[in-house]
């Protein structure tokens, strides 16, 4: 697949692996993405980081065919967050790569816009109440409160995963404070099940804006998307998940 498409977002659900398929994914990573794997002291989460990673190198090479996967220049800025250590082809190539529960996601932009990415499975009996209390603006909580009882936990998910993306977009993860981005005002209850629907805009500078877009892949699935750019409209290209399992039976 080598698609024109300058935006793209891959969601793909962890799948159990055995010792041969593991080594094979371990074998396409850098040593410095194996040392990492290594560190981790769950199995579990060893596996879904090294699918995270491995994932990340087929989206680029599936998108960007003439470079194998064990190809990609890949290493993590200070905060951890992937990027490639040199210019594809004389030209930058942005993503970023999140997971919660079962499910991965992976966003790959051309350019150098800054990109960032959060999925998160809805879980009503967290204790998200306490969460929202401690992370929330004073308009973002009155905007849940305001919330049928049954209506908060998808709402408080919707404000957490924009917050998320656009603080992985900035390279900060969750060392900056969330109460100092506010999504209030973002267009929040008729998320899209199919495409991702563009929610907020902010310009944080005379020259820099966000802008973020949500959609909902599953009742109990949320997704967010954030980009560094002006430019409107942004076109993006969710990739069916029936690529990914095409392109995994093959591998397997």
Same mark, same amino acid.
């Given at each position: 697949?080598?698609?024109?498409?300058?935006?793209?977002?891959?969601? &793909?659900?962890?799948?159990?692996?055995?010792?041969?398929? $593991? #080594?094979? #994914?371990?074998? /396409?990573?850098?040593?410095?993405?194996?040392? &990492?794997?290594?560190?981790?002291?769950?199995? %579990?989460?060893?596996?879904?980081?090294?699918?995270? $990673?491995?994932?990340?190198?087929?989206?680029?090479?599936?998108? *960007?065919?003439?470079?194998?996967? *064990?190809?990609?220049?890949?290493?993590?800025?200070?905060?951890?967050?992937?990027?490639?250590?040199?210019?594809?082809?004389?030209?930058?190539?942005?993503?970023?790569?999140? *997971?919660?529960?079962?499910?991965?996601?992976?966003? @790959?932009?051309?350019?150098?816009?800054?990109?960032?990415? /959060?999925?998160?499975? @809805?879980?009503?009996? %967290?204790?998200?109440?306490? @969460?929202?209390?401690?992370?929330? !603006?004073?308009?973002?909580?009155?905007?849940?409160?305001?919330?049928?009882?049954?209506?908060?936990?998808? #709402?408080?998910? &919707?404000?957490?995963?924009?917050?998320?993306?656009?603080?992985?977009?900035?390279?900060?993860?969750? !060392?900056?404070?969330?109460? /100092?981005?506010?999504?209030?005002?973002?267009?929040? *209850?008729?998320?899209?099940?199919? %495409?991702?629907?563009?929610?907020?805009? =902010? $310009?944080? !500078?005379?020259?820099?804006? =966000?802008?973020?877009?949500? #959609?909902?892949?599953?009742?109990?699935?949320?997704?967010?998307?954030?980009?560094? !750019?002006?430019?409107?409209?942004?076109?993006?290209?969710?990739?069916?998940?029936?690529?990914?399992? /095409?392109?995994?039976?093959? &591998?397997?």
């Amino acid at each position: 697949m080598n698609s024109n498409a300058r935006h793209q977002v891959y969601i &793909r659900q962890f799948e159990p692996l055995d010792e041969e398929l $593991r #080594m094979a #994914m371990l074998a /396409d990573l850098s040593a410095a993405e194996r040392e &990492r794997i290594a560190l981790s002291r769950s199995a %579990r989460v060893r596996d879904k980081l090294l699918q995270s $990673r491995w994932w990340l190198r087929q989206c680029l090479s599936l998108q *960007h065919a003439e470079l194998a996967a *064990h190809a990609w220049p890949i290493e993590a800025d200070v905060h951890g967050k992937p990027l490639l250590s040199c210019l594809y082809q004389g030209a930058p190539i942005q993503f970023n790569v999140s *997971h919660s529960g079962n499910y991965l996601a992976i966003v @790959i932009a051309s350019g150098n816009d800054a990109v960032g990415i /959060d999925i998160e499975q @809805i879980k009503p009996q %967290r204790r998200w109440q306490e @969460i929202a209390e401690q992370y929330f !603006t004073a308009s973002e909580l009155q905007l849940l409160q305001a919330q049928p009882s049954t209506e908060q936990a998808a #709402m408080f998910y &919707r404000l957490w995963v924009l917050k998320e993306a656009l603080l992985k977009a900035k390279g900060v993860g969750l !060392t900056a404070p969330l109460a /100092d981005y506010d999504f209030s005002g973002a267009e929040l *209850h008729a998320v899209s099940a199919t %495409r991702l629907q563009s929610v907020h805009r =902010w $310009r944080e !500078t005379t020259t820099q804006v =966000w802008q973020s877009w949500l #959609m909902a892949p599953t009742p109990q699935l949320l997704l967010a998307v954030t980009l560094a !750019t002006a430019q409107t409209p942004v076109s993006w290209q969710l990739v069916p998940s029936s690529t990914l399992a /095409d392109y995994w039976r093959a &591998r397997r």
